[in-house]
């Protein structure tokens, strides 16, 4: 069979949701262009990457493109999901074509990491790494938190400016437009039913907002640990919240928290995260040179002169810094900027690298 792989079109939307359901809905009455509505939106075909033989859809790749800042610094990241194959389909490279394409396409929009969810041997042939590690804590059921703290329902109207603007505090995010956030919080409802109730609260102190939550609650038909899946502002007020769950679930609540995030580890204490693993999501650095460019003013922070980073191959680069040169390619790139936990990083480098990671979890992908 011959295949063509290419980016999609606007009409090629109800084959990938079909597909998309296919794979990911089998057994859920849900629909994932229902759930995802930025991602399947006509708007965002051009963010498709679809393999065709025949006119028929058998492969597929979704990516959603953000602004972002990373420790004060602007750029661009796209978070990729949907990644599916036909069954019929499997094992014949098209995935693997699809993240090629999808990488050319989206550096050539200025996108210069690819935050792919999931971790399959697929992603880290293709070059994308772990780059970040979290505590996972249980919260106990009588915690109890100092504060005035009130707590109320977000509406996903009134309160989508205030959510942004608690947003915006973190040093590491999105840049989510307040029709995306207002989208993602009418969204939520859909995947109730099945997934169970995804909780968004406002927490205010003395009647002033100060943080926002959005809790995974009991994800699976009614079972399983409830997850806190995003969050923003004062971490003491979201720990309140939590502690006033009325319908705990059996299996309790969980708070995953990157090892970078200071504020909530600190408000945790003396509590001991019960498990440590990696984060959901693999990171591909796809534009080096870009990357370095737009992260140099944090480089500058800590050095004379920022890194130069080189492509002197197809996922290759060269990095310059206080007279040395070092080769590398795409995922050790990725490894030496973001990850702690990185096998090797040349001793001079460390003095800048690695930056804090990134937090795509809840519904960035709306
Ligand atoms: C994951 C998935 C998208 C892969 O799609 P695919 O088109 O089969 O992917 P590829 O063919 O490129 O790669 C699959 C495997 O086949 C191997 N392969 C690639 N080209 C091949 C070829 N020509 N002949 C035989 N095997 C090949 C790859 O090395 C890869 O092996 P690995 O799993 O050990 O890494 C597909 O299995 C799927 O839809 N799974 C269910 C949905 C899912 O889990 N999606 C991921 C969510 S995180």
């Known amino acids: 069979m011959s295949f063509t792989v290419r980016i999609a079109e ?37 963010h498709w990457f679809v393999a065709e033989d025949g006119g028929q859809i058998r492969s597929i790749i979704g990516a959603m493109v953000w602004p972002a800042v990373i420790a004060g610094a602007r750029t661009r990241v796209a978070s990729v999901g949907s990644v599916a194959t036909d069954p019929d389909y499997r094992g014949q490279g098209l995935a693997s074509r699809l993240l090629y394409l999808a990488q050319s396409q989206l550096a ?55 959510v942004a603007r608690l947003y915006q505090t973190r ?19 859909i995947t109730q039913v099945e997934r169970g109730v995804k909780v968004a609260l406002l ?22 640990a409830s997850r806190l899946s995003e969050w923003a502002g004062d971490p003491k007020g979201v720990l309140h919240a939590l502690t006033q769950v009325s319908d705990w679930p059996e299996q309790g609540i969980r708070i995953p928290v990157l ?13 001991k995260p019960d498990r440590r693993g990696p984060v959901s999501w693999l990171v591909k650095v796809i534009d080096g040179v870009g990357l370095a ?32 040169r070092w080769v590398v390619n795409a995922a050790e790139l990725t490894e030496w900027v973001f990850s702690e936990e990185t096998a090797y990083r040349p001793v001079p480098l460390e003095a800048i690298w690695p930056l804090p990671s990134l937090w795509p979890e809840g519904l960035n992908y709306i």
């Open 10 to 46: 606007p009409h090629d939307l109800d084959q990938i949701a079909r597909l998309s359901d296919r794979v990911f809905r089998s057994k859920r009455t849900t629909h994932m262009a229902e759930e995802f509505p930025h991602l399947y939106s006509p708007h965002n075909a051009r």
């Open 108 to 162: 050539a929009e200025a996108v210069r990491l690819m935050l792919i969810s999931g971790d399959l041997p697929l992603y880290l042939k293709f070059g994308a790494r772990s780059i970040g590690r979290v505590d996972w804590y249980a919260l106990p059921r009588n915690l109890a938190v100092a504060g005035r703290y009130s707590i109320r329902p977000i509406d996903p109207q009134d309160d989508a400016a205030i």
């Open 171 to 189: 040093s590491t995010r999105f840049g989510r437009t307040l029709a995306q956030l207002r989208a993602m919080l009418v969204a939520q409802p």
């Open 203 to 224: 927490v205010l102190s003395d009647g002033v907002p100060v943080s926002y939550l959005i809790l995974n609650h009991r994800p699976f038909q009614g079972v399983g």
């Open 259 to 271: 090892r970078e995030d200071l504020a909530m580890q600190g408000t945790l204490y003396p509590l």
């Open 293 to 324: 460019s737009d992260l140099a003013p944090i480089g500058t922070e800590q050095a004379a002169q920022p890194p130069r980073v080189l492509l002197t191959a197809p996922d290759t680069y060269a990095v310059e810094f206080n007279g040395q």
